[in-house]
Structures are given as C-alpha cells and as structure tokens.
C-alpha cells in the first residue's frame, strides 16, 4: 500500500499544497512548527477520518478560512484509488471514496491503512491503559471493519447507561426497568470486541518478541497480555458466549456500586495490555530505555499484523521519532523501514539513509 499524491486546502498552516512521495523512504525536512507534522495529520486523517492531535475538527481548519480539504491518491494490492475530505465549522465532513459520497467516516476505515508512531507513543508502556486500549482500537478497526462497528455500538450504549446511572436516586423506577436491557446489548459488544482484542494481542506479541530481540540483543522475552476486566484468563476471551456471560454477571450484580460511582465500572472501557518482561510488569520492572524499545517493537508489530491480515504492508508515519532514540534504536528502525512506504518528518536528516527529501518552510513543501 502506498500514498501517492495528497493535495491539501487550508489545512492547519498548509493554504495550498500538492505532494507526491515515492514508493521508499520520504523525508519532510524543515524547522519546527512548519509544517510537517500538520501534513502527517492531514495523511491520517484520511486513513481514519479524525485527528490524532485533537478531537476538535475545527482546529484543523487554518485560521481565517471557512473550510478545508484533502484529497489523497493512494495504491493498494488491487487498484489506484482516491479519499477526499471536505470540512466547514459546524458542519459534518463530506466524504468521497473515488468520487462516491460516503455517508460515515467509519466507512472509510481500512481502505488506506497506515502506522503512526510519534514521541508521544514511546511512553505507551508506562501510561495509562487508555493510551493502550487507544492503540488496540486504531490498529484493529483498520483490519476488521465489524471491530469498529461493534466499538461504535458499545460506546452509544455505554453513554446510555451512564446516563442512566446517573439520574438513577432521582429516578430509581426508570432505572430499574430498563438497566438490564442496556446490560446485556453492553455485554455483548463487549465480548466480540474481547474476543478481537485477545486475537489480535496473541499474533502481535510473536511480532513484539522478534523485535524486541533484534532491536536490543537481548534475552528477556516480552510478551502481551489482554487484561479484561471480566477478570477471565485470555484465552477464555475467544469464547463469545461465556465471555458475555461473565460481563452480564458483573453487569447485572453490582448495580448499587455503579449508582455511588455514578459510571459503569465493567466493560472494554476498563481493559488494559499488561506488557511482561520476563515474566514481570514492564511498568514496574523495565529500565526506561526497555520500555522504549517495547514501545517501538508495539509499533512496528502493528504493521506486521496489519501486512499478515490483509496481504500488504502498511504505510508507516513517523513523526520527529529519531530525535527521541539513542543511536542503536535509530539503526534498528532505519533497518527496517525497508521493502515499505515510510513518511518521516525531522529538523536534522542526517542518519537517516536515503529516501525522497522535501523541505517543509512555512506550510509549503518543496
């Protein structure tokens, strides 16, 4: 899979703008604040359909226009193809799929499939497990478009349920009769999107093993384990029926507890990745410099699940990432970004070997 050509209209500081990249290695160069990482968004934002930088579309509108666009040509096994996303403030995003309007963003998911990786993701170790379940979601609903939507599904019935208990002391009646309904849908979208998180964790971690050794010439093993909060063993998750089953028990037993937290305390939405090293929390007991290279082979697994699944590669976006490695995480990486399309953005090229350079300066690309 490839990104071909991307043309962009008062995006960010980019006013007007058209880039074609190479098949390799392409490297936007150029000063802080310029442009480059603005450029990575407008990439993503048509493989997903949303920012990884903000949750506000306006913000990606450059300031003092009315509305933005990117369209991008990209190749994938079978064909040439073309996303185009038009936004104005307030109003949905008009999106094409080869000049065809698509009507939800969730309909262009998985079309072009990318990896992201920025400095942000070299904490995913040690941070919370939102950053964790985030990167299980964006990686598995690019393979999988029945994992997006049973996703979108649980998160409109779990606000549902929320709301319910939180107006549940004014209004106990109203609660009563209809918790369980909201219950069982929950559980059951929770335990299809279990079942592709564990899969998707017990393919990933071989990758993540691999890399990690390479990377470091060491012999810890890391691997990756799914955390439910069904408190099953991960292996017990593949099994959809009793999965809900364990979710409906918790949902349905502890209704008094959620009232006084005023949230839903069971679910996908309290999952986490349990990352071991040798057989103990990388959290915990990993060195600083482990956690990154965990982190890294975390990101590069996402690709080599994602070319396994769907039979090409994806395309790689990496944003100002050398910057943040020692030298010998750098040589790994360069190694291999190889037989790939890579987009890296940096100030300083230099120990980056070969590729496409174009200077970035003041949202132009040259």
Request: charged share 30%; proline share 2%; net charge neutral.
């Amino acid at each position: 899979m490839e990104c071909n050509k991307i043309r962009i209209r008062d995006f960010r500081n980019i006013e007007q703008a058209e880039i074609e990249f190479d098949s390799g290695v392409n490297i936007l160069c150029g000063e802080n604040a310029q442009g480059k990482t603005n450029l990575l968004e407008a990439i993503h934002f048509t493989a997903l359909g949303k920012s990884f930088r903000t949750s506000h579309d306006e913000e990606m509108i450059r300031f003092g226009a009315e509305s933005c666009e990117v369209s991008m040509d990209f190749t994938d096994s079978v064909r040439r193809q073309n996303i185009t996303v038009r936004m104005m403030a307030g109003k949905r995003k008009h999106i094409e799929q080869n000049k065809v309007k698509v009507g939800r963003v969730s309909d262009i998911v998985g079309a072009f499939r990318t990896v992201l990786f920025c400095p942000e993701h070299l904490s995913l170790i040690k941070e919370g497990p939102g950053e964790r379940r985030n990167y299980l979601d964006i990686a598995i609903s690019q393979l999988y478009p029945v994992y997006l939507k049973s996703l979108q599904k649980y998160n409109q019935i779990l606000k549902q349920r929320n709301q319910l208990i939180r107006n549940a002391e004014e209004d106990r009646r109203t609660f009563d009769s209809t918790v369980e309904f909201w219950s069982r849908q929950l559980a059951h979208e929770a335990a299809v999107i279990a079942k592709y998180r564990q899969r998707y964790l017990k393919t990933a971690s071989v990758h993540i093993e691999q890399c990690f050794a390479e990377m470091t010439g060491e012999r810890e093993k890391p691997t990756a384990v799914y955390l439910g909060s069904s408190k099953q063993a991960p292996e017990e998750y593949e099994d959809v029926e009793s999965t809900e089953a364990a979710y409906l028990s918790l949902l349905t037993s502890h209704y008094d507890r959620e009232i006084g937290a005023g949230s839903t305390l069971w679910g996908i939405h309290k999952d986490d990745i349990e990352i071991m090293l040798n057989d103990k929390p990388a959290r915990a007991f990993a060195s600083q410099g482990q956690q990154r290279s965990l982190a890294l082979a975390m990101k590069l697994a996402e690709g080599e699940v994602c070319a396994a699944v769907c039979g090409e590669k994806p395309v790689f976006l990496f944003d100002d990432v050398f910057s943040e490695l020692d030298s010998t995480r750098r040589a790994y990486l360069s190694g291999k970004i190889g037989e790939r399309q890579v987009i890296i953005t940096t100030c300083e090229p230099s120990g980056i070997a070969g590729g496409k350079m174009i200077k970035v300066e003041n949202g132009t690309f040259k």
